[in-house]
């Protein structure tokens, strides 16, 4: 089994004819390489076969999608194309994040599938009450551990690769089995993600907030991910905030 860690992040460009500007992907690159401290790999799996970017490997995939939600549920049902079995483990990470201390120690070793912290319950509307039948969320509210629990994000995902494969597949059936019968919902495949966290489809383990940070405008110590959620004008703000990091300018 090889020691070496990969890292994986998804670009669709719905214009694929007109150039890509890149600052962010290179923005998301340097903070692992810098603050990060990530000499493993990095992968990129995109639409546009015209990318070249140091230190990235880029993959190609077809990525014609009708809905935005559908590029979010294909980061789940595309998990064959990244190669788990030539790595250890596995970090799949949003694009507006920025690394913000040594990332290594997030890669997991165990059988748990690592996700961090979201601001809605696991049975918000936001989650997954949503996709499921009325009856079913009724008897969950019953217990009030189940009723209060926390929900999960899917901006920051950990996997041994042993089990990758595996446990995406099954998020994926998940999620083709309730496309099938409920509305989209709001949070698309992190909705899904929920409903795995409550049926307990396969072993998690939440990132807590002491490690990955949504949004805020100063960093809380200890952090080690910090993520840019709906923030108006995103780029600008990773740009001044990498910059407080002491993260050099635009490496293109």
């Given amino acids: 089994m090889t020691e070496k860690n990969l890292v994986v992040t998804y670009l669709w460009c719905g214009d694929t004819d007109s150039p890509y500007d890149g600052a962010m992907l290179r923005l ?7 603050p990060g401290r990530f000499g493993g790999d990095i ?15 880029f993959l ?13 549920y294909f980061r789940i049902h595309n998990h064959a194309q990244v190669p788990a ?3 250890a483990s596995i970090l799949q990470l949003d694009m507006d994040m920025l690394a913000t201390a040594d990332v290594n120690p997030l890669f997991p070793s165990d059988d748990a599938m690592r996700v961090t912290w979201s601001n809605f319950a696991a049975l918000s509307w936001e ?12 008897i969950l509210c019953l217990d009030p551990r189940t009723r209060r629990a926390p929900g999960v994000s899917a901006c920051f995902l950990g996997c041994d690769s042993r089990v990758w494969h595996d446990y995406m597949d099954r998020w994926s059936r998940l999620m083709h089995e309730g496309e099938a019968r409920f509305r989209t919902p709001l949070l698309r495949e992190q909705s899904y993600l929920n409903l795995a966290w409550l049926k307990k ?12 940070q949504h949004g805020g405008w ?10 840019f959620p709906n923030v108006p004008d995103r780029l600008a703000v990773m740009e001044k905030k990498a910059a407080e990091l002491g993260l050099p300018g635009d490496s293109g």
């Avoid at 998301?28 to 810098?34: A, C, M, P, V």
């Fill in 43 to 57: 992968l990129v799996i995109t639409n546009r076969d015209d990318l070249h970017e140091d230190g990235m490997r």
């Fill in 60 to 72: 190609t995939a077809e990525m014609d999608f009708e809905r935005v939600a559908d590029f979010f």
């Fill in 127 to 138: 989650h997954a009450r949503h996709i499921m039948p009325s009856w079913r969320y009724r």
């Fill in 85 to 87: 079995g030539e790595y």
């Fill in 218 to 227: 100063t960093l809380d110590e200890g952090v080690r991910m910090w993520h």
């Fill in 201 to 212: 489809l396969f072993p998690m383990k939440i990132v807590g907030r002491d490690t990955v």
């Fill in 28 to 34: 998301w690159r340097d903070s692992l390489r810098g």
